[in-house]
């Protein structure tokens, strides 16, 4: 398996623009997580998805941040419209859910530069 | 609220030098526990865990221990590399599918 994938790698826009990160898990995992990492608030988590369906949303910063899993193998999270404070490095991670068995493995990342 | 601490730093050491970094839990109950390590440009990986009290997790030459009775999950090498260079997550099980990671800890091999 090619593991999490993630689009694109980097990103570089204008404070306003739309932004739109995508993400494919890997095939036959049900649970999909998005995560953002600062160097001044670490690892945060934004959202994440069970069966596709999204679970816990707590840590979406605002309304201009949203999160989509249409399918099992894609989800995107949209920025609209975008701030200097988003630049950040944006992570998708999936895992088989299930007691027992908390294993995330994330993809390579997003790296988001808002002017 | 659930919720770990972990030693902050970065932390410089010498090829061989003894590791340790610090992992504090906060829990109702006794939550699985777990180290991830970043290596530069990549996303997180698992490193190793533990689901329950007095159980060892151990992988590449690390290990953690999960303490209840000073709640802690630490780190530790006996001997490092400079492949070891990477950021290091403490994480905990929370609710019933989702982790929460530490603010990590920058590790630096020098030769």
């Known amino acids: 398996d090619a593991g999490v994938i993630q689009s694109p790698r980097h990103e570089v826009t204008e404070m306003g623009q739309e932004v739109t990160l995508r993400c494919k898990p890997i095939?036959?995992?049900?649970?999909l997580f998005w995560y953002r990492q600062t160097m001044m608030r670490g690892l945060e988590l934004l959202i994440y998805?069970?069966?596709?369906?999204?679970?816990?949303d707590s840590g979406m910063p605002e309304d201009r941040f949203s999160a989509k899993m249409p399918n099992a193998s894609f989800s995107t999270l949209k920025i609209q419209p975008s701030e200097p404070r988003d630049s950040a490095v944006y992570f998708c991670?999936?895992?088989?859910?299930?007691?027992?068995?908390?294993?995330?493995?994330f993809g390579s990342g997003t790296q988001l530069s808002v002017l | 609220g659930d919720s770990v601490t972990q030693m902050e730093g970065p932390v410089t050491l010498s090829e061989e030098a003894f590791l340790t970094i610090n992992c504090t839990y906060t829990?109702?109950?006794?939550?699985?526990l777990f180290w991830y390590v970043q290596y530069p440009g990549e996303g997180l990986q698992l490193l190793l865990k533990?689901?329950?009290?007095?159980d060892k997790g151990s992988n590449k030459g690390f290990e953690a221990t999960y303490r209840k009775e000073t709640t802690s999950f630490h780190l530790e090498k006996g001997s490092v590399q400079v492949s070891d260079s990477a950021v290091y997550f403490c994480?905990?099980?929370?609710?019933?599918?989702?982790?929460?990671f530490g603010t990590g800890t920058r590790l630096t091999v020098i030769p």
């Open positions: 829990a109702t109950g006794y939550p699985s």
């Open positions: 095939s036959g995992h049900n649970s």
């Open positions: 533990a689901t329950k009290a007095d």
């Open positions: 994480a905990q099980k929370t609710g019933a599918n989702n982790l929460f």
């Open positions: 991670a999936s895992s088989l859910g299930g007691a027992g068995n908390e294993k995330l493995f």
């Open positions: 998805f069970n069966n596709n369906v999204p679970i816990d």
